[in-house]
Structure formats: structure tokens, C-alpha cells
């Protein structure tokens, strides 16, 4: 039997604690049904249990999991409008922030996980069947490798939660999204600097004037949500071959 807090986990879950600081959101949270919450629990529990035996999250206490991934992860609401969107793409998705969560409310739009590491993409694989999200599907490999195939300026959204540096993140994405497609990078509370001193890696890659939305989680802090929307192809040379984005960053 489970030992997962779940009433801890519902307490915590308030939509209403993400407030906005500056910026113009896209649109208001949509109430939460209890069959969404209800699988909002089933994968916080997956990730808990999967990370005893490797690691995918330093976050396993069930309010903090709420706040920090799940209140997170919808907060891309508001950067975004939703209604208009056929497709998303997670680029390293890990533990399914914030696809998963995001999937779950929008059965209208197709998601595509995107996870280099084999043990997280099989990970991300169990939860969808065992949710039944059959809007989502996994590919396991690197966003290098999917950013020069088919997949290539194809979709309508792609975010990243990602820790890697803002041109690095730029990079692996810019070249996924489709012209007049947004990329959202979810940030800390220091993402608006970081965004001001990237802008010439945006430009080089395809994207227009970038917009920041900040926002508040209850007591977890600030966070700067970046979406750019994409006004021409990424010049063919990008993204560079695996490992490189990362090891020379665009100035």
C-alpha cells in the first residue's frame, strides 16, 4: 500500500495561490475536476515511488510537490493560449514537468515528451498507460538529434523546465517550433535578467521580441515564464550535433 500523503498533496494544490507580478496573462486557470486531481495524485505517486530506485526529483513531500511541480506546471497556463494549441512539446521532460500535468487538463492538444535518459523515458512511458493519456506519446532521445528530423519546426508550442542555461535551452527548442509558434521557458526568479542578456541567441535562431510573465507560487518564490514567438526558419546549421549546444553556448 501507498504511504504517499494525499490529503497533504489536495491542501497544497490551490490553483488560486499562483498570482501574477507583471506581465499580461493569456488567460485564467481553469477549475480542477476531481478526476484531474485525482491524476495529478496517481503520477505524483509514480514519481515518488519510481525515485527510490534512480533519481528524478530532490522533491518528494507532498505539499512541496504540489506547489513546485503541479502549481508550477499549470502556471504555463497563463503564458499561453491554450485554445489555439494542436500540439506541444516537452523538451527534457524528466519527471513529466510540466507535460504530464498540462496533459491532463488539455485532451484537445497532442503532447510530445522529450527525455534523452532511456530510464526516465520508460518512466514517462508507465505513466502514460497508466493514466491512459492517449494525447501523449515519449521519444527518447536528444533534442539535437529530433530538432534536425522530421520533427523539425513542426510544433505549435514547445516549453522547457529545463536547468540548462537560457541559449543552451534555446537552442535545443528554437528549432522545434513551427513559424509563428511560441517557445516558453520556465525560469527562476532571476529569468528576466537571463532573458535580457539572450536575446541575440533568440534572434540568431528565429524568434521575435520576447515577453516575460512573472508569477508567484504561494510562499515557493518567483518565477519568470519566457515565451517568444517564432517569425522565421532557424538557419539549418542549428542545433549543432549533441553535446555542443551545451559546451558553446550562443553569445
Known sequence: MSDFDFETFRSALRPEAITVISGQPQGALPPLSA???GAFERHAEMVVEANRAFNLTAITD?????IKHYLDSLSCYLAIDYISIASLCDV????GFPAIPLAILFAHTRFTLIESNQKKARFLQAVI?????QNCEVIADRAEVIGQGPFRETFDVVVSRGVAPLPVLVEYCLPL???DGTFLAMRGRKGGEE????KQS????GAGDLEILKVTLGDAGERALITATKSHPTPLKYPRRPGIPSKRPLK
Open 35 to 37: 478526476e484531474q486531481i
Open 62 to 66: 507532498p505539499a512541496e510537490m504540489a
Open 92 to 95: 527534457g521532460s524528466g519527471a
Open 129 to 133: 498507460e497508466s493514466l491512459g493519456l
Open 177 to 179: 517550433v513551427k513559424i
Open 195 to 198: 532573458a535580457g542578456s539572450s
Open 202 to 205: 533568440f534572434a540568431i535562431l
